[in-house]
């Protein structure tokens, strides 16, 4: 498969990965009985499976996976997704499921950062003194 065709479908299944999530929080803290219908439930694994698959795909087109940066954002991804567990699953009352899920979104935003700049800092990376 290309890689250009590849990294864009990872881009894109890496957006519609972070709105499911964020729509997902908000229906879990709004208690929306739409997040126990089936496809609420499968459509974003098939998604995650499709940023995971291409993901791997794309690394091992490339020489990158010793590179620091992926290391951060193997370290972020694992965190992100347990954040992510807890938030929708594990958390019983209202204000931690929320802080957590907040939470999760900002690891996820920063990991973006990582991989956007190739830097392990990511966005913090372009502060003065960094």
């Known amino acids: 498969m290309n890689f ?5 479908l990872h881009i894109l299944a890496v ?6 999530f964020f729509v997902r929080g908000l229906w879990v803290m709004r208690a929306y009985p739409t997040i126990h ?5 499968v459509f974003p694994s098939a998604v995650d499976a499709v940023l995971l698959l291409s993901g ?7 020489s990158q996976a010793s590179q620091p ?4 954002k193997y370290l972020l991804l694992t965190l992100y997704v347990v954040l992510g567990i807890w ?8 204000i931690v499921r929320l802080l957590v ?7 996820f ?3 973006t950062t990582v991989a956007v700049l190739h830097n392990p800092l990511g966005i913090l990376s372009m502060l003065p003194g960094f």
């Open 4 to 8: 250009l065709i590849l990294k864009y």
């Open 15 to 20: 957006s519609i990965s972070f709105a499911l």
């Open 37 to 41: 219908e089936f496809w609420a439930r």
């Open 56 to 62: 791997f795909l794309l690394l091992s087109m490339s």
């Open 69 to 72: 940066w992926m290391l951060t």
């Open 87 to 94: 938030a929708l699953r594990w958390a019983k009352r209202f």
């Open 101 to 107: 899920w907040a939470l999760a979104l900002l690891v």
């Open 109 to 111: 935003l920063f990991m």
